[in-house]
């Protein structure tokens, strides 16, 4: 059964009269895409939590745990104060007449107070369109920020504010893809934003295998020799794309992994893709952007990387900041000819503007208060309590997993997730196969039936042939889902042995 169906299993048509529609004349490239984490297991997890809603105590669990997606505030995380009283004030601008009340009743500080009045001077009200790319103000913010970060400058007018990274994403493969031919390198394992848009614009993915064995490194081998075969195929390569740190393998790429896919996007003339939304999530090592190192490469080496195309994309959704309801994020173009710029513009324009409130949380995230401030003592601890929480769970699935029969998975690095190897054993494949079902996604359903623990079967984002993965969040809090899973697992080996 396809994802669609599954989601609206239950309904049926009232009428037996044809429509205009059906499943076989719509665009043939939905149907074709795939996005696991949203996909069945979701659903059947949501109606498990329905049940539960609705009293239901036959259930062999007390709550539906969703680890299958990086949405942290459906789980623990508590807003950070400074980013909502700021948004509670844009969107509310007649709370700024009486400022006292809001400090002394509601405790809002001054720099609250005098960030809401500079952001409506920007966009004058949330609920009118703004600037295509985003207003002016937020984006020199945005600017300022990644000047901050990487140590050479950004140009406002690169800048592109958008409805979270996806949707910059898109944007993006859409300039790109220019016909069936076009082929867009991916890293397998991969978030799926990436397949299916490409099978949306009926586009071809080149698939290039991360080294599991390698802590889930990037291999610049494995890209040169996908593009040798794609180009035998007669796929016209145009960009590669690199989730750093990654999704769902959490591997941070070095200084040197970063510049070794710049040679080659350079020797291949190939644009570069970094998908950047978990820079903040690191827990190993330092976040290097793909813009700071090309800067470095181009001063170090004038003339070698000026043509290098690069586009970088950032998000509120993920990090510390966890706002993926608002639907914020940018991404910054990096050498594009001005007339291809001019078409983005064109292309983004046709949306009219990425939401507004979402483009004044942007700015708090890229301009939080700053030591001295008076919000900057309270943003800091819960800023701070966020990233050790985050790292905590980390570390106690990762120990959990150890302790699980057949179960392998690399040290947590970054970003939201682990995605263990799961040795199956074999009776357990072939009762799989009887249901027509990969054997990580059997494992999954399982799991959830038994635990109400939703995780994502490694076949959705793509594995090497033959293994089995698993991905989960470590957002969820407390110990007892993890204990569910470690005893749910105890009992799958010990029932298909
Ligand atoms: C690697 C990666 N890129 C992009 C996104 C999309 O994020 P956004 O909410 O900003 O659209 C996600 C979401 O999980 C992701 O994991």
């Not at 490239?29 to 049940?51: N, P, S, T």
């Not at 007669?234 to 896919?261: E, H, M, Q, W």
């Not at 998975?409 to 009887?434: D, R, S, V």
Request: charge should be negative; include cysteine; aromatic fraction near 10%.
């Amino acid at each position: 059964m396809t994802q669609t169906t599954v989601a609206y299993a239950k309904r049926t048509l009232t009428t037996t009269q044809p429509r205009c529609l059906n499943i076989d004349n719509i665009n043939p490239h939905i149907r074709a895409a795939k996005y696991a984490v949203r996909g069945e297991l979701a659903v059947k997890a949501e109606e498990y939590r329905q049940r539960l809603a609705d009293g239901d105590k036959s259930l062999p669990f007390d709550s539906v745990i969703f680890a299958n997606i990086g949405n942290p505030q459906q789980l623990d995380q508590k807003p950070i104060t400074f980013f909502r009283q700021v948004l509670s004030l844009v969107e509310n601008p007649l709370l700024l007449e009486n400022p006292e009340a809001l400090k002394n009743s509601f405790g809002y500080k001054q720099d609250v107070i005098d960030r809401a009045q500079t952001l409506l001077a920007n966009v004058q009200s949330v609920g009118a369109y703004s600037h295509s790319q985003g207003a002016p103000g937020i984006r020199k913010s945005v600017a300022k920020f990644i000047e901050e970060r990487d140590g050479f400058a950004a140009d406002p007018q690169d800048l592109f504010l958008t409805a979270g990274a996806s949707s910059g994403v898109s944007t993006l493969l859409n300039v790109i893809c220019n016909d069936s031919n076009a082929g867009v390198l991916v890293p397998i394992p991969q978030y799926p934003l990436y397949t299916a848009t490409l099978a949306l614009l009926n586009a071809q993915c080149v698939p290039y295998l991360l080294e599991e064995e390698k802590s889930w490194g990037t291999n610049v081998n494995a890209i040169t020799q996908s593009i040798k075969e794609a180009k035998a195929a007669g796929t016209n390569v145009r960009a590669v794309v690199v989730i750093n740190p990654g999704n769902p393998t959490g591997a941070s790429l070095t200084a040197d992994d970063i510049k070794k896919v710049i040679d080659v996007a350079a020797e291949e003339k190939l644009v570069v893709m970094a998908d950047e939304v978990y820079q903040t999530n690191v827990f190993e090592g330092e976040f290097v952007s793909f813009k700071k190192r090309l800067r470095q490469l181009q001063k170090e080496q004038p003339g070698k990387y000026d043509a290098v195309e690069l586009v970088s994309f950032h998000s509120t959704s993920k990090g510390m900041v966890g706002e993926c309801g608002h639907r914020g994020g940018f991404f910054e173009l990096v050498g594009f000819d001005p007339q291809v710029q001019e078409q983005i513009y064109k292309l983004v324009s046709i949306g009219l503007c990425p939401p507004v409130v979402a483009q004044c949380l942007l700015e708090t995230m890229v301009n939080p208060p700053r030591a001295g401030d008076p919000s900057f003592e309270l943003y800091e601890k819960e800023y701070n309590g966020i990233r050790d929480g985050l790292q905590k769970r980390a570390f106690a699935l990762y120990d959990a997993f150890q302790r699980m029969e057949g179960v392998e998975c690399q040290k947590p690095q970054g970003a939201m997730y682990l995605f263990p190897t799961i040795n199956l054993p074999n009776k357990a494949i072939e009762a799989a196969q009887a249901e027509g079902r990969p054997a990580d996604e059997f494992y999954c359903l399982k799991m959830l039936d038994a635990t109400g623990v939703c995780a994502v079967p490694g076949s959705g984002f793509g594995q090497k042939e033959g293994t089995f993965h698993f991905r989960t969040t470590f957002l969820a809090p407390g110990t007892d889902w993890v204990e569910r899973i470690v005893k749910f697992h105890s009992e799958f080996m010990n029932q298909y042995r």
